[in-house]
């Protein structure tokens, strides 16, 4: 069945360090990869996304590189700051109308 | 900006009483979704909701389960029989497409189970 594996599932980093989370997906139909960022206590919500025809998108201190032969993706936050310190989930879209999460990955900043 | 809208945020319920989980999507929206996240584990899809019925639904979208969309705004979860497991945290989604469009969630409904 559909599957997505996600890691480090926690992750500590120095404020302005650099994090780095990767996910592995199952389903070859996948075809778009958001990542969602959620809060303690609050709804995910999306922070960046890419599509299957796309390697590598950035918006400012976040990126997301995808290799769809070996159907890796992951996200890179540069210049970490505490208010990044969240829960963040990879996610795979496809021909269907459900996402699949990852595991997610609780991400410390320590000032 | 639009937001997702769910009521109640926190639900405590007996085991067996049945409950219902409101929702109101982004108006413009044509796609819905419920999904839930037990404490400290992922988000998981019950299931999706498009022209007026269930367009997919997971394992866990069982018979106790069911969704409605009894007016042009509000879109609601129904379990009929809760069990203790199935407290978790409900988010409700809309999405102006399916697959690889954003789906925006709610803040979500704590349900308890007791």
Redesign the interface.
């Known amino acids: 069945g559909e599957n997505v594996e996600q890691h480090p599932s926690t992750l500590s980093v120095q404020e302005g360090d650099s994090a780095v989370i990767k996910c592995t997906y199952s389903d070859s139909a996948s075809n778009y990869f958001p990542w969602y960022k959620q809060e303690l206590g609050k709804r995910p919500q999306l922070i960046i996304d890419i599509r299957s025809n796309v390697g590598e998108k950035k918006d400012q201190r976040i990126a997301v590189t995808l290799n769809k032969t070996a159907k890796h993706f992951s996200l890179h936050i540069t210049e970490t700051q505490p208010e990044d310190s969240a829960v963040y989930f990879c996610v795979t879209g496809g021909n269907t109308d459900k996402l699949i999460f990852g595991t997610g990955t609780r991400l410390q900043v320590f000032p | 900006e639009p937001e997702v809208t769910q009521t109640p945020s926190h639900q405590v319920t007996q085991m067996g009483q049945e409950v219902i989980l409101r929702c109101v999507p982004i108006s413009n929206h044509l796609?819905f979704?419920w999904?839930r996240q037990i404490l400290g584990?992922?988000?998981?899809?019950l299931v999706?909701f498009?022209n007026n019925e269930i367009?997919?639904k997971?394992e866990i979208f069982d018979d106790q389960f069911s969704v409605e969309r009894p007016d042009g705004s509000n879109f609601t979860l129904k379990i009929r029989s809760t069990k203790l497991e199935d407290s978790a945290m409900y988010?409700c989604a809309s999405s102006t497409g399916?697959?690889?469009t954003?789906?925006?969630?709610?803040?979500?409904t704590r349900l308890t189970v007791v």
């Open positions: 796609y979704y999904y584990q992922k988000v998981e899809f999706s498009y367009s997919e997971s988010f399916t697959g690889h954003e789906a925006f969630f709610g803040q979500g």
